[in-house]
């Protein structure tokens, strides 16, 4: 059983100095994203002024999600703190897993964006912190949309996306028209692909929370993802992920890309515009919304010190700390996470893709609908989807690779997301 303790909070590097034991050490897994290797730089500064030493464990998001969860969820106490994510937050925290986050009122917790604080909190406690955000808009060469003569439009149709992909896509010359998310995982291709079937009007299930992987909306979504992917992709994308996308982008490879607002962060290619994301009639859940955040497994001995760390890394102090840091600047500042990012002057004049950015996670729409009984646009907010959407998540690499037909690939979807959903008893 866990056992949950107080935590403290303080609010600047020098007032976390006089409360961390000297000599302490805290270990924290975190995904290898750009904002995340970034801090391990910035948090010298930290350990400097703390005395709190910090081991850093980064790992690919795939390998992250299953060691952190089988860690947390045994009270392996291999971290201190850990990087998860909206699925997860509010499960873990209702099963006494992770602890509730008490942070100082300069903290300010009403400045984290609405959409953000709301996803990870249960019960209106906030169990991990925001250390950025993000929804999904497209990041298209404008360069090459123009010389095609075309337009992307904010909340374009998909037949016009796979239009400009067509025009654009010159694999002669080493530049495909889409480059899109086809690596297996719950939170890797399934991220992407979900918000694609959202669009077309499907769902993961019904009302009744039985899978409805097999409907015509499904098809539909999927035989268009893996023609537009299969014929203006890259080679191999049933490998490729955000990390991988990024490197092809910034090599000047992909001429239009679908995914993580953040990734706008880091886009070194010249001429990149941005817009909303497409639908095929239906834009609730066209968009994702997201935050990796930090959260302290339950039990930990260090909770306290992990509690004034993570109260620092997703602070207001922390995002002046990047921007006016020598090695990186108000471009390279974690987002998606407080209201006054956004309002900084130099955070505006440097980063082009704010206002886009802000948009997309403003019109996010993770609450239950009709059409979509459950929270969660990219996910469905249930212990149990993990495994279900990494089971689908490996039939649709089998469908893009060609390994297996679409319908062969839902078939199997289907009955393993059934298989998974009556044994966990929703249904008989």
Not at 1 to 6: R, T
Not at 63 to 87: K, P
Not at 345 to 368: M, Q, V
Request: charged residues 20%; contains cysteine; negative net charge.
């Amino acid at each position: 059983m866990f056992v949950k303790s107080a935590l403290r909070a303080a609010t600047a590097i020098s007032l976390f100095a006089a409360g961390s034991a000297a000599a302490e050490t805290l270990t924290i897994a975190i995904v290898n994203n750009g904002h995340m290797i970034n801090m391990q730089k910035v948090a010298e500064a930290y350990t400097a002024e703390t005395g709190v030493e910090l081991k850093w464990v980064s790992l690919e998001e795939g390998v992250l999600r299953e060691q952190v969860t089988s860690d947390t969820a045994t009270g392996g106490g291999q971290y201190d703190v850990i990087n998860i994510g909206m699925q997860e937050a509010p499960i873990w925290g209702a099963a006494g897993w992770i602890e509730p986050l008490n942070f100082s009122d300069t903290y300010d917790v009403d400045d984290i964006l609405p959409a953000m604080r709301n996803g990870l909190s249960h019960e209106g406690k906030l169990y991990a912190a925001p250390f950025y955000g993000e929804s999904s808009m497209v990041m298209y060469r404008k360069d090459l949309t123009d010389k095609a003569g075309l337009t992307v439009a904010d909340n374009d149709s998909w037949d016009n996306i796979r239009a400009a992909a067509a025009a654009i896509h010159d694999p002669d010359n080493g530049v495909y028209g889409a480059c899109l998310r086809g690596k297996p995982g719950w939170g890797d291709n399934m991220a992407f692909i979900s918000t694609v079937v959202n669009s077309f009007g499907g769902a993961w299930f019904d009302a009744d929370m039985r899978p409805t992987l097999d409907s015509p909306e499904w098809k539909a979504a999927i035989n268009f993802y893996v023609d537009l992917l299969g014929n203006y992709g890259p080679p191999g994308s049933e490998g490729n992920s955000f990390n991988e996308i990024l490197a092809l982008y910034n090599e000047g490879k992909c001429g239009m890309w679908i995914d993580a607002t953040i990734a706008a962060s880091f886009l070194e290619v010249e001429g990149v515009a941005y817009a909303q994301s497409p639908n095929a009639g239906n834009p609730v859940g066209a968009n994702w919304l997201w935050a990796w955040a930090m959260a302290i497994p339950a039990g930990s001995p260090n909770a306290e010190a992990a509690g004034d760390f993570i109260e620092w890394a997703t602070s207001k102090d922390y995002v002046q700390a990047v921007g006016n840091h020598p090695d990186f600047g108000w471009d390279a500042v974690p987002t998606g996470q407080r209201a006054s990012t956004y309002a900084i002057p130099e955070f505006k004049a440097a980063a082009g893709f704010a206002s886009a950015e802000l948009a997309a996670i403003e019109t996010a729409a993770p609450g239950a609908t009709d059409l979509k009984p459950y929270v969660g646009v990219q996910f469905a907010a249930i212990p149990e989807f993990p495994e279900v959407g990494s089971a689908v998540a490996q039939e649709m690499a089998a469908a893009l690779s060609g390994a297996k037909s679409v319908d062969e690939a839902l078939a199997a979807s289907q009955q393993a997301a059934d298989a998974i959903m009556k044994e966990a008893g929703y249904y008989d």
